[in-house]
């Protein structure tokens, strides 16, 4: 592993190495009580965050190792207009990994071409969160053994949840003879160019609307919120807001092993009436999510990342997407990838 952006930059070897080292952790957590002891972790969060921040910091206690960071960016030099070009070049010189999340879509990215050690990314804006992703196949692959086969059905804001992205493109990695029912409004649909990412991965996705309906026939039912803080224009939230709920009610017509997953935090598309069936199985998923990050950082630890560029660009941003790290990051070299597509935010044009 070099930098985790997302979950497509770990080789099939390394995806389920991690899984491995997850399971060995589960059983022998002891073990591990030293096995980064002297290492410090940078947890950088421009965004809000329980899980992900207290579980990756978590992990690093429990490997023995110490933490720096923030969850308040006003409290630090960003604040005063520094760059996260210059950030990435000072912290990786403190940190022997940089855990990141940020409002702008490619912010780890940018990151990572300055830090001079392994970057991973806890979310950048609607874009991707693939520590998220991990969390779900660990807890998927603990409980069931296996994903192939498995009708999946993910529900919610598709449009903007980075943590459905990631997952998704784990799945057309790694995973064969997967069926995904993306269940959402029109208006909150899937981004074309995954959907077609999937398609050419040989993926099969049914696109439908109504959750009732397609409930009895999953074995996982992924849930998620609808993402305020990515709508542009607020009254389209209080639009669409509430649209699925989740009830102990209608989940009497879901198979007797369904498992309902849930990146948390919930609003209101749980009713709380679920928690208690054995189904409802994202607390415990929460508490796969530090054990798997435990095996991450031990991962990362153990790779060199590439030298790192100084590469100031003065140029003209090519990028039209205004949540784009290269919108606040205006020195970031224009990249992009074989289909035309900006490598930051993945947006056309
Ligand atoms: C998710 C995120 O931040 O994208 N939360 C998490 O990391 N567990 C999901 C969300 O905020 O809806």
Not at 52 to 73: C, I, K, N, Q
Not at 84 to 102: F, K, N, P, W
Request: proline content about 6%; overall charge neutral.
């Amino acid at each position: 592993m070099r930098h985790l952006i997302d979950s497509t930059d770990l080789t099939p070897q390394e995806w389920y190495d991690l899984y491995a080292r997850f399971e060995d952790i589960l059983t022998h957590a002891g073990d591990y009580r030293d096995a980064l002891q002297g290492r410090t972790m940078a947890s950088l969060f421009y965004e809000p965050s329980t899980r992900t921040r207290f579980s990756f910091e978590a992990a690093m206690h429990r490997l023995g190792g110490g933490v720096f960071g923030f969850s308040d960016p006003n409290t630090t030099s960003a604040a005063k207009g520094e760059t996260l070009r210059d950030t990435a070049i000072m912290v990786s010189g403190y940190a022997d990994a940089v855990v990141c999340r940020h409002p702008r879509e490619g912010a780890a990215l940018a990151l990572s071409l300055y830090a001079s050690c392994p970057v991973i990314n806890a979310g950048d804006g609607g874009h991707c969160h693939p520590t998220q992703t991990l969390t779900d196949i660990a807890t998927l692959t603990h409980l069931r053994g296996r994903l192939d086969g498995m009708k999946i059905g993910v529900c919610g804001d598709l449009k903007h949840g980075r943590t459905v992205h990631s997952l998704l493109r784990a799945l057309c990695r790694f995973y064969r003879n997967v069926q995904v029912y993306l269940i959402s409004p029109p208006d909150l649909r899937l981004p074309s160019h995954l959907k077609k990412e999937m398609e050419k991965a040989g993926l099969r996705l049914y696109e439908v609307t109504n959750l009732e309906a397609t409930i009895g026939i999953l074995d996982v039912l992924y849930m998620t919120r609808i993402q305020k803080e990515r709508f542009i224009d607020p009254l389209e939230y209080e639009r669409l807001k509430g649209v699925y709920v989740l009830t102990a009610s209608k989940l009497r017509a879901a198979k007797p092993d369904m498992l309902v997953l849930h990146p948390l935090p919930r609003v209101d598309e749980i009713h709380p009436d679920v928690d208690d069936d054995p189904r409802a199985v994202y607390f415990e998923q929460a508490k796969y999510g530090m054990f798997i990050r435990m095996a991450l950082l031990l991962t990362a630890s153990e790779t060199p990342v590439a030298t790192p560029s100084r590469r100031y660009e003065t140029g003209a941003r090519v990028c039209q997407n205004p949540v784009c790290i290269t919108a606040g990051e205006c020195y970031l070299p224009p990249l992009t990838n074989a289909g035309g597509l900006c490598l930051y935010c993945e947006h056309e044009g």
